[in-house]
């Protein structure tokens, strides 16, 4: 999932607190690849919600 998602306009983020929105919770990949994005914009904090989990 490496480079698989982006942020066009980090500039819109900057100093933003983000709530990122899953569904169900498997590998975190796909959590882990978007996290990863949104906190490239400076200042951004990052909160992960999720209506379910695999174990």
Do not use: K, N
């Amino acid at each position: 999932m490496e480079q698989v998602f982006g942020v066009s306009d980090a500039s819109a983020l900057q100093g933003r607190h983000v709530l990122l929105v899953d569904d169900v919770i498997t590998t975190g990949a796909t959590l882990e690849a978007c996290g990863a994005a949104i906190l490239q914009a400076p200042g951004t904090q990052l909160s992960i919600a999720a209506a379910a989990y695999t174990v």
